[in-house]
């Protein structure tokens, strides 16, 4: 946890409102392997990390609620009682999307003050967004007594960012941002909701971000049309989702659909077998096969599923030719944001110099290592 944020977080709620904060810490998280398969109801493999977003939240004193983002320097104002999206789809409506979701549950929200900060940049593909929502729920949640348990909690964040956002997210980021525990990862079933908890330690090997710092604007829209396509081969097979479907069953509609939906789907099929293999590979520490799992879940991910970019592609080519990295994938939603890479501890700072220098000469500007380590979920400081 950056101590500095927090403080700064404390600091300015104390100088705006005049009165002691409740501090929440709700992790960002990556995913080990497991990409585009939570929303087809398949397995995914993430973990909470020590970087995320700090929130400080206190009943207002006053008739209005003020929301301030330290980070972009902006304040919003609203009160509880008359709450609607904006259409300028900025930070506010992942907070007033959670109040909407609680409130549907037929619990009274009252006014109150929020001032929140993170230590993981938006658009890395790091779950910023789900791990401000957390915190939203949790520390309201907290404040008023509301009693939810934490899966409600999850729900009330994926609903808000269904609702408000616009984005038709999975359940995987809320829960591991929720339920991260400290060195592990959680193999997550997405119909069931069931995990287990696994130790994510190769011993000699590390996992390492490389963010591009780059966001491609097809992001958002591409996701919600690789959402669409696959539930619409499930709606043709008359499955509940990708997750039942096999490849055989696939080949039966191949003449219905165009060869990129097909490619697309089978991607998922694919991707949810991987990340069954890499848990067995984990259990028993085999550390070059669960690299090689990462590896083909990239070459998926840029030439079937297509949500890769150049910027992405060219930090994995480059990884998989050097033999400090034993596997390397892009994570998140795509077209942007950041690669995960398991490297030697010995060879690392070696390989990201080198890295480092590659990327600037190739792109004229710079990518950013992040170096996190394995943390606890959503709590009070």
Known sequence: ?????????????????????????????????????????????????????????????????????????????????????????????????????????????????????????????????????????????????????????????????????????????QYASMFGQKNKAMHLDCKTLEATIHSAAFEGYEFILINTNVKHSLADSAYNKRRAVCENISKLLNKPSLRDVKDHDLNTIKDKISLEEYEQALYVIQENKRTLQAVKALEIDNVSNFGNLLFESHKGLSEQYNVSCLELDFL???????????????????????????????????????IQQEYAQEFKQNCAIYEVNLSNGTQII
């Not at 950041?338 to 490297?343: K, S």
């Open 1 to 173: 946890m950056n101590q500095s944020v927090k403080e700064q977080v404390q600091q300015e709620f104390l100088n705006y409102f005049k009165i002691e904060p409740l501090l929440i810490f709700s992790p960002g998280r990556i995913n080990l392997i497991g990409e585009h398969t939570d929303y087809n109801e398949g397995y995914v493999f993430p973990a909470a990390i020590d970087k995320g977003i700090y929130t400080a939240i206190q009943q207002s004193k006053t008739d209005k609620s003020t929301l301030v983002a330290l980070d972009k320097n902006e304040q919003y104002e609203f009160t509880t009682n008359s709450i609607s999206p904006l259409t300028t789809n900025g930070w506010q409506n992942y907070i007033l999307g959670v109040v909407s979701e609680i409130q549907k549950k037929g619990k009274t929200i009252p006014n109150f003050n929020l001032v929140f900060s993170g230590d993981i940049p938006f658009g890395a593909g790091l779950s910023s967004s789900a791990a401000l929502e957390n915190s939203v729920v949790f520390g309201l949640n907290e404040l008023l007594q509301l009693q939810l348990t934490k899966h409600e909690m999850i729900f009330i964040s994926q609903k808000a960012e269904h609702n408000f956002v616009g984005v038709k997210c999975g359940i995987m980021d």
């Open 316 to 354: 994995v080519i480059n990884a998989q030719k050097n033999p400090a990295v034993i596997g390397a994938r892009m994570m998140g939603g795509g077209f942007g944001g950041c690669t995960i890479n398991l490297i030697k501890t010995s060879k690392k700072g070696a390989f990201l110099t080198q």
